[in-house]
Protein backbone atom coordinates (compact mmCIF):
# COMPACT_ATOMS: atom_id res chain seq x y z
CA UNK A 1 0.00 0.00 0.00
CA UNK A 2 0.78 3.46 -0.97
CA UNK A 3 -0.10 6.28 1.35
CA UNK A 4 0.35 9.96 0.82
CA UNK A 5 -0.55 13.00 3.12
CA UNK A 6 -2.46 15.43 2.24
CA UNK A 7 -4.20 18.85 3.81
CA UNK A 8 -7.62 19.81 3.41
CA UNK A 9 -9.89 22.68 3.43
CA UNK A 10 -13.15 21.98 5.43
CA UNK A 11 -15.67 24.41 6.37
CA UNK A 12 -15.12 27.27 8.36
CA UNK A 13 -11.30 27.55 7.26
CA UNK A 14 -10.52 24.12 9.14
CA UNK A 15 -7.83 22.61 7.81
CA UNK A 16 -7.23 18.53 8.50
CA UNK A 17 -4.15 16.32 7.76
CA UNK A 18 -5.88 13.21 5.91
CA UNK A 19 -3.86 10.55 4.22
CA UNK A 20 -4.88 9.28 0.38
CA UNK A 21 -4.11 5.36 0.22
CA UNK A 22 -3.64 3.62 -3.30
CA UNK A 23 -4.03 -0.07 -2.63
CA UNK A 24 -3.18 -3.59 -4.20
CA UNK A 25 -4.13 -4.04 -7.63
CA UNK A 26 -7.71 -4.34 -8.73
CA UNK A 27 -9.76 -7.93 -7.79
CA UNK A 28 -6.93 -9.37 -4.81
CA UNK A 29 -9.30 -8.13 -1.93
CA UNK A 30 -12.40 -8.27 -1.30
CA UNK A 31 -14.72 -6.67 1.26
CA UNK A 32 -16.46 -8.22 4.31
CA UNK A 33 -19.73 -9.83 4.01
CA UNK A 34 -22.66 -7.47 4.94
CA UNK A 35 -26.02 -8.69 5.61
CA UNK A 36 -27.54 -5.06 4.49
CA UNK A 37 -26.27 -2.78 1.91
CA UNK A 38 -28.37 0.41 0.97
CA UNK A 39 -27.24 2.74 -2.30
CA UNK A 40 -28.34 6.93 -1.77
CA UNK A 41 -27.97 8.86 -4.64
CA UNK A 42 -27.67 12.74 -4.83
CA UNK A 43 -27.41 14.33 -7.98
CA UNK A 44 -25.66 17.17 -10.33
CA UNK A 45 -22.80 18.67 -7.95
CA UNK A 46 -18.90 17.95 -8.87
CA UNK A 47 -16.88 16.88 -6.19
CA UNK A 48 -15.27 20.63 -5.27
CA UNK A 49 -18.80 21.93 -5.17
CA UNK A 50 -19.81 19.22 -2.30
CA UNK A 51 -16.59 18.43 0.06
CA UNK A 52 -16.18 20.97 2.22
CA UNK A 53 -19.10 23.51 1.31
CA UNK A 54 -20.51 25.23 4.78
CA UNK A 55 -23.92 23.68 2.79
CA UNK A 56 -23.47 19.95 2.97
CA UNK A 57 -22.23 19.83 7.12
CA UNK A 58 -23.69 16.66 7.66
CA UNK A 59 -22.47 14.48 4.46
CA UNK A 60 -18.82 16.33 5.21
CA UNK A 61 -18.92 14.66 8.36
CA UNK A 62 -19.83 11.62 7.34
CA UNK A 63 -16.98 11.37 5.06
CA UNK A 64 -14.90 13.05 7.48
CA UNK A 65 -15.87 10.00 9.64
CA UNK A 66 -16.04 6.97 7.19
CA UNK A 67 -14.67 6.24 3.56
CA UNK A 68 -14.30 9.25 0.88
CA UNK A 69 -13.55 8.34 -2.90
CA UNK A 70 -11.51 11.16 -3.87
CA UNK A 71 -11.09 10.05 -7.37
CA UNK A 72 -14.40 8.71 -8.02
CA UNK A 73 -16.02 9.70 -11.39
CA UNK A 74 -19.22 9.14 -13.20
CA UNK A 75 -19.93 7.95 -16.40
CA UNK A 76 -21.76 9.53 -18.55
CA UNK A 77 -24.57 12.47 -18.99
CA UNK A 78 -27.00 12.94 -18.23
CA UNK A 79 -28.47 11.25 -15.23
CA UNK A 80 -30.02 8.36 -16.52
CA UNK A 81 -26.88 6.30 -17.42
CA UNK A 82 -25.41 6.74 -14.68
CA UNK A 83 -28.22 5.33 -12.66
CA UNK A 84 -28.10 2.07 -14.77
CA UNK A 85 -24.41 1.76 -14.14
CA UNK A 86 -25.11 1.36 -10.56
CA UNK A 87 -27.54 -1.24 -11.04
CA UNK A 88 -26.79 -3.15 -14.50
CA UNK A 89 -23.16 -2.68 -14.97
CA UNK A 90 -24.39 -0.43 -18.74
CA UNK A 91 -25.38 2.68 -18.98
CA UNK A 92 -28.20 1.26 -21.52
CA UNK A 93 -29.42 4.66 -23.06
CA UNK A 94 -28.62 8.78 -22.21
CA UNK A 95 -32.27 9.50 -23.31
CA UNK A 96 -33.52 10.77 -20.13
CA UNK A 97 -37.35 10.22 -21.44
CA UNK A 98 -36.14 6.38 -21.42
CA UNK A 99 -39.42 4.40 -20.93
CA UNK A 100 -38.93 0.87 -21.97
CA UNK A 101 -37.94 -2.53 -19.92
CA UNK A 102 -34.41 -3.03 -19.39
CA UNK A 103 -34.12 -7.13 -20.12
CA UNK A 104 -29.79 -7.08 -19.23
CA UNK A 105 -28.94 -8.80 -16.18
CA UNK A 106 -29.23 -6.53 -13.34
CA UNK A 107 -28.81 -6.19 -9.23
CA UNK A 108 -32.61 -7.34 -8.46
CA UNK A 109 -31.46 -10.60 -10.72
CA UNK A 110 -28.56 -11.19 -8.95
CA UNK A 111 -30.60 -10.61 -5.49
CA UNK A 112 -33.30 -12.74 -6.07
CA UNK A 113 -31.36 -15.82 -7.38
CA UNK A 114 -29.67 -15.81 -4.20
CA UNK A 115 -32.47 -15.84 -2.06
CA UNK A 116 -31.88 -12.06 -0.81
CA UNK A 117 -34.20 -9.28 0.00
CA UNK A 118 -34.64 -6.18 -1.53
CA UNK A 119 -36.94 -2.99 -2.01
CA UNK A 120 -36.70 0.42 -3.58
CA UNK A 121 -37.63 3.39 -1.31
CA UNK A 122 -38.49 6.34 -3.43
CA UNK A 123 -39.32 9.53 -2.01
CA UNK A 124 -43.15 10.86 -3.46
CA UNK A 125 -43.47 7.19 -5.02
CA UNK A 126 -47.60 7.66 -5.36
CA UNK A 127 -48.37 3.78 -4.45
CA UNK A 128 -46.30 0.60 -4.20
CA UNK A 129 -45.33 -0.88 -7.45
CA UNK A 130 -46.06 1.97 -9.29
CA UNK A 131 -43.38 2.03 -12.62
CA UNK A 132 -44.58 5.52 -14.16
CA UNK A 133 -43.15 8.80 -13.95
CA UNK A 134 -44.23 11.69 -11.63
CA UNK A 135 -46.36 13.30 -10.74
CA UNK A 136 -45.01 16.32 -8.63
CA UNK A 137 -41.32 15.90 -7.45
CA UNK A 138 -40.81 11.85 -8.28
CA UNK A 139 -38.82 11.43 -11.14
CA UNK A 140 -38.80 7.63 -12.63
CA UNK A 141 -35.41 8.21 -14.57
CA UNK A 142 -33.68 8.45 -10.51
CA UNK A 143 -34.92 4.93 -9.94
CA UNK A 144 -33.47 2.44 -12.58
CA UNK A 145 -35.42 -0.78 -10.83
CA UNK A 146 -38.65 0.14 -11.71
CA UNK A 147 -37.29 -0.20 -15.33
CA UNK A 148 -36.28 -3.78 -14.97
CA UNK A 149 -37.91 -6.67 -16.73
CA UNK A 150 -37.36 -8.50 -13.42
CA UNK A 151 -39.63 -5.95 -11.51
CA UNK A 152 -41.88 -4.51 -14.35
CA UNK A 153 -43.27 -8.09 -15.50
CA UNK A 154 -42.97 -9.97 -12.06
CA UNK A 155 -46.42 -8.85 -9.73
CA UNK A 156 -43.88 -9.93 -6.16
CA UNK A 157 -41.15 -8.11 -7.21
CA UNK A 158 -43.40 -5.06 -8.57
CA UNK A 159 -44.28 -4.52 -5.01
CA UNK A 160 -40.87 -3.84 -3.67
CA UNK A 161 -41.23 -0.71 -5.35
CA UNK A 162 -42.03 1.45 -2.03
CA UNK A 163 -42.69 4.97 -0.79
CA UNK A 164 -39.88 6.47 1.12
CA UNK A 165 -41.94 6.42 4.02
CA UNK A 166 -41.32 2.20 4.12
CA UNK A 167 -38.25 2.68 5.54
CA UNK A 168 -38.75 4.26 8.56
CA UNK A 169 -41.33 1.37 9.13
CA UNK A 170 -38.84 -1.51 8.18
CA UNK A 171 -36.07 0.41 10.42
CA UNK A 172 -38.73 0.72 13.45
CA UNK A 173 -39.91 -3.50 12.74
CA UNK A 174 -36.31 -4.75 12.40
CA UNK A 175 -37.12 -5.93 9.08
CA UNK A 176 -34.77 -4.09 6.75
CA UNK A 177 -33.98 -5.81 3.48
CA UNK A 178 -30.40 -7.17 1.82
CA UNK A 179 -30.12 -4.28 -0.31
CA UNK A 180 -32.00 -0.84 -0.40
CA UNK A 181 -31.84 1.43 -3.11
CA UNK A 182 -32.89 5.01 -1.61
CA UNK A 183 -34.08 7.81 -4.42
CA UNK A 184 -34.89 11.23 -2.67
CA UNK A 185 -37.26 13.51 -4.61
CA UNK A 186 -35.68 16.06 -7.01
CA UNK A 187 -35.71 18.75 -4.30
CA UNK A 188 -33.99 16.83 -1.91
CA UNK A 189 -31.39 15.09 -3.69
CA UNK A 190 -30.08 18.18 -5.22
CA UNK A 191 -31.09 18.20 -8.54
CA UNK A 192 -34.28 21.83 -8.32
CA UNK A 193 -33.10 22.54 -5.11
CA UNK A 194 -29.84 24.01 -2.88
CA UNK A 195 -27.30 21.67 -1.41
CA UNK A 196 -28.15 22.57 1.84
CA UNK A 197 -31.93 21.08 1.65
CA UNK A 198 -30.56 17.79 0.43
CA UNK A 199 -28.13 17.91 3.57
CA UNK A 200 -31.12 18.65 5.80
CA UNK A 201 -32.85 15.71 4.55
CA UNK A 202 -29.82 13.12 4.73
CA UNK A 203 -29.13 14.34 8.58
CA UNK A 204 -33.02 13.19 9.16
CA UNK A 205 -33.22 10.55 7.41
CA UNK A 206 -29.67 8.91 7.84
CA UNK A 207 -29.09 8.76 11.45
CA UNK A 208 -32.07 6.48 12.26
CA UNK A 209 -31.18 3.90 9.50
CA UNK A 210 -27.23 4.02 10.42
CA UNK A 211 -28.26 4.20 14.70
CA UNK A 212 -30.64 0.83 13.98
CA UNK A 213 -29.60 -2.45 15.58
CA UNK A 214 -29.47 -4.25 12.13
CA UNK A 215 -27.15 -1.79 10.16
CA UNK A 216 -24.97 -1.54 13.40
CA UNK A 217 -24.11 -5.06 13.14
CA UNK A 218 -23.50 -5.45 9.19
CA UNK A 219 -24.92 -2.53 7.40
CA UNK A 220 -23.51 -0.54 4.78
CA UNK A 221 -25.15 3.19 3.48
CA UNK A 222 -23.03 4.29 0.17
CA UNK A 223 -24.20 7.70 -0.81
CA UNK A 224 -22.98 8.56 -4.10
CA UNK A 225 -23.58 12.01 -6.61
CA UNK A 226 -25.18 10.32 -10.16
CA UNK A 227 -22.79 13.33 -12.02
CA UNK A 228 -21.32 16.42 -11.87
CA UNK A 229 -22.97 19.34 -13.29
CA UNK A 230 -19.84 20.76 -15.03
CA UNK A 231 -17.15 17.91 -15.76
CA UNK A 232 -16.97 15.26 -18.18
CA UNK A 233 -13.98 13.72 -16.87
CA UNK A 234 -14.27 9.98 -17.11
CA UNK A 235 -17.41 10.25 -19.08
CA UNK A 236 -19.70 12.41 -16.32
CA UNK A 237 -17.12 14.01 -14.25
CA UNK A 238 -15.36 13.93 -10.58
CA UNK A 239 -18.56 13.29 -7.91
CA UNK A 240 -18.27 12.48 -4.23
CA UNK A 241 -18.51 8.98 -2.39
CA UNK A 242 -19.07 7.97 1.14
CA UNK A 243 -19.20 4.88 2.13
CA UNK A 244 -20.74 4.49 6.11
CA UNK A 245 -20.69 1.31 7.82
CA UNK A 246 -19.50 0.20 11.05
CA UNK A 247 -17.09 -2.14 9.22
CA UNK A 248 -15.66 0.97 7.32
CA UNK A 249 -11.99 2.33 8.01
CA UNK A 250 -12.36 5.45 10.06
CA UNK A 251 -11.34 8.84 8.26
CA UNK A 252 -10.19 6.91 5.42
CA UNK A 253 -9.34 8.49 2.11
CA UNK A 254 -8.79 6.48 -1.07
CA UNK A 255 -6.80 7.50 -4.29
CA UNK A 256 -7.98 5.04 -6.16
CA UNK A 257 -9.77 5.70 -9.45
CA UNK A 258 -13.40 3.96 -9.62
CA UNK A 259 -16.94 4.70 -11.44
CA UNK A 260 -19.65 3.65 -11.11
CA UNK A 261 -19.55 0.00 -11.81
CA UNK A 262 -17.16 -0.56 -8.70
CA UNK A 263 -20.24 0.31 -6.45
CA UNK A 264 -21.93 -2.36 -8.42
CA UNK A 265 -19.73 -4.69 -8.33
CA UNK A 266 -19.45 -3.06 -3.96
CA UNK A 267 -22.95 -3.84 -3.23
CA UNK A 268 -22.88 -7.45 -4.91
CA UNK A 269 -19.80 -8.40 -3.69
CA UNK A 270 -20.70 -7.00 -0.03
CA UNK A 271 -24.09 -9.81 -0.12
CA UNK A 272 -21.96 -12.50 -1.01
CA UNK A 273 -22.97 -12.67 -4.80
CA UNK A 274 -20.77 -14.10 -7.05
CA UNK A 275 -22.59 -12.71 -10.54
CA UNK A 276 -21.91 -9.48 -10.91
CA UNK A 277 -23.54 -7.36 -14.11
CA UNK A 278 -21.80 -6.38 -17.40
CA UNK A 279 -19.14 -4.15 -16.00
CA UNK A 280 -19.18 -4.78 -12.35
CA UNK A 281 -17.39 -8.12 -13.51
CA UNK A 282 -14.47 -5.96 -14.20
CA UNK A 283 -14.62 -3.10 -11.89
CA UNK A 284 -11.86 -2.04 -9.51
CA UNK A 285 -12.88 -3.66 -5.99
CA UNK A 286 -13.65 -1.14 -3.53
CA UNK A 287 -12.32 -3.52 -0.17
CA UNK A 288 -9.66 -1.07 1.07
CA UNK A 289 -12.43 0.92 2.86
CA UNK A 290 -13.08 -1.77 4.97
CA UNK A 291 -11.44 -3.61 7.78
CA UNK A 292 -11.39 -6.93 6.77
CA UNK A 293 -11.04 -10.12 9.28
Partial sequence: MIARRWC???GAG???SVVLHATAPPGTLKPPRFEHVFVLVEENKNYASVMGNQAMPYLSRLAEQYGLATRYYANTHPSIGNYFMLTVGDTVTNNDEFSGVVTE???????VAAGKTWKSYAED???IGYTGDGPKLYARRHNPLSYLSDVVNDSVQRQRLVPFSQLATDVADHTLPNYGFIVPNLCHDAHSCSLDSADQWL???VPPLIASPPFKKDGLLIIVFDESDDDTTGGGGRIVWVGVSPKAKRGYRS???YQHESTLRLAAEALGLTKFPAAAATAPSMAEFFVTP
Fill in 105 to 111: NNIVREL
Fill in 255 to 257: ATR
Fill in 125 to 127: LPS
Fill in 14 to 16: LVT
Fill in 8 to 10: VLL
Fill in 203 to 205: RTH
